[in-house]
């Protein structure tokens, strides 16, 4: 079994730089972070994640509680690209 005791501290610091980058972002631009937030409402996107997060924790059963730290994270990217894709000009 692998050492997963660096994970959570890693996904609380990327959780709160992705958090910092949201405030400084909205103190220069005013509406950029519901701009940035956007891709957390479109239906297709949140299905493509929760699809990719179910099938991360299936395939990675065996790797215990590593699969279920990084289901969330996998999800999470796959909604930004989803909807990033879907809505490019």
Do not use: N, Y
């Amino acid at each position: 079994m692998t050492d997963t005791s660096l994970l959570a501290p890693a996904i609380i610091a990327a959780a709160l730089v992705i958090r910092i980058r949201t405030a400084l972002g909205k103190f220069r631009h005013s509406g950029s972070a519901r701009e940035q937030w956007v891709f957390a409402s479109d239906r297709r996107a949140l299905g493509t994640g929760a699809a990719v997060a179910a099938a991360t924790l299936l395939l990675g059963c065996h790797a215990g509680p590593a699969a279920a730290a990084w289901a969330p994270l996998i999800a999470a990217l796959t909604i930004h690209l989803s909807h990033r894709d879907r809505h490019r000009p």
